[in-house]
Structures are given as C-alpha cells and as structure tokens.
C-alpha cells in the first residue's frame, strides 16, 4: 500500500494541491470570516480536481496492472484523501493562532476557530468523507455526483452547525460565551470530532472495499 500512496502523492496529485493549504490557510487571517469555508476549499476545489485529474490518467487501469489488491487500491486513496484533509485542517489550525493574537477583542458573528470548532470541521469532513467514498467506488471512475452528494452534506452540516450556534442558548455558550473559556470542554468537543472523524472514514473505507470488489475493470 505504501508504494500506491507514494504513486498518488508524486505522480496522481498535482503539486499546486499541496501548497493550496498553506494559500488557503491564510483566509483564517481575515478577521471575523466564515471559517467553515477554509477546509470547505478541499471539497471545492481538491477533491473534484484530483479525481478528475485521476480520471483523465486512466489511473485506475494502471493501478489494476500493478501486483496489488483491489482492498490495498481503496486503502491508499482514502489515505491519500486524509492526508490532504489533515494538511488544510492542521495548517488552518496554526493559522489561526495569529488570528486571535492579531485581533485579540474581535467580536465574532461566525464561529470563532477555537478547538470546538475544529471538533466540528473534523465532523463535516468525516460526513464528506463517508458520503464521496463510499459512492465514488460504486464505479471507482465517475466521481462527479459523489462530489456534489458529499460536499452539499458537508456544507449543510456547516450551515446548520452554524444557525445552531446563533439560534440555541445552549450552543451559543458553548461557542460564543462562557464554554469558550472551558478548555476541557473545547478540547473533549475537538477529540470528539476526531474520533468520529477517524470512525466516518473507516466505515466509508469498508463500503467502499465491498463495492470495489464488486466492479469489473475492463
């Protein structure tokens, strides 16, 4: 399986893709921003780019040609994408530390990226996750409904996630008023997200194996 990720990093995924964090990452500077959109960027613009990109290699033959399993094919991809997803959220999240030290007293309409809100970004890229996976490798080549299935699932989660936080008094504490200040409560949301996260994307991982294994490469 390492040798197939190593493929798609050096060869299937364009290098601009691996510098579009560190560009995106800079949004998190603007101050008061919608931020759900910094990791959105991926499902916008990664996602239906690199398997496009995929697609027109015809990588999916070439993987098939080599000694490897159709199970270790899926492992590496969905590697591949978690990478990619970890890189926007961590260099995001590092942004974002310079956010609060340049605007210490901003008054935020949207979330603020406290770890809470990481919590959640790892929870709407979980739910994209188990939705693009688990329908992309129906075909394992059509990508295009999986990617718009997924991302208006992520972006709804985000929008609602958002009214929530403005529209419930038990949500608005949370990620507006006095939880801001409960670190053990920010940090368990954000180890929470992760965990669904990592949960999502192995459930999404095994869906995604029974139906590959199910598709005839001609």
């Known amino acids: 399986m390492y040798n197939l990720v190593m493929k798609d990093l050096k060869l299937g995924v364009n290098p601009w893709f691996f510098a579009l964090p560190l560009i995106l990452g800079g949004l998190m500077l603007i101050p008061g921003w919608l931020y759900f959109l910094v990791p959105l960027y991926f499902?916008?613009?990664?996602?239906?780019?690199?398997?496009?990109?995929?697609?027109?290699?015809?990588?999916?033959?070439?993987?098939?040609?080599?000694?490897?399993?159709?199970?270790?094919?899926?492992?590496?991809?969905?590697?591949?994408?978690?990478?990619?997803?970890?890189?926007?959220?961590?260099?995001?999240?590092?942004?974002?530390?310079?956010?609060?030290?340049?605007?210490?007293?901003?008054?935020?309409?949207?979330?603020?990226?406290?770890?809470?809100?990481?919590?959640?970004?790892?929870?709407?890229?979980?739910?994209?996750?188990?939705?693009?996976?688990?329908?992309?490798?129906?075909?394992?080549?059509?990508?295009?409904?999986?990617t718009t299935a997924s991302t208006a699932a992520a972006i709804l989660f985000a929008g609602a996630a958002q009214w929530a936080g403005i529209q419930y008094p038990w949500m608005n504490d949370i990620f507006y008023g006095s939880g801001l200040d409960n670190t053990a409560l920010q940090l368990s949301i954000l180890i929470a997200g992760i965990l669904i996260f990592v949960a999502l994307t192995l459930i999404a991982y095994r869906i995604a194996v029974k139906r590959f294994l199910k598709v005839e490469i001609l």
Request: aromatic share 20%.
């Open 43 to 146: 499902c916008f613009i990664t996602v239906p780019n690199m398997f496009g990109g995929f697609k027109s290699q015809n990588d999916l033959m070439f993987s098939t040609m080599m000694p490897v399993t159709k199970t270790d094919i899926v492992k590496s991809r969905v590697a591949v994408i978690v990478i990619l997803e970890l890189m926007h959220l961590v260099v995001a999240m590092i942004f974002s530390i310079f956010t609060f030290l340049l605007y210490p007293h901003l008054t935020y309409i949207f979330f603020a990226p406290h770890m809470g809100f990481w919590g959640l970004c790892f929870i709407m890229l979980a739910l994209f996750n188990l939705i693009f996976i688990s329908m992309y490798y129906r075909t394992a080549y059509k990508y295009g409904a999986a």
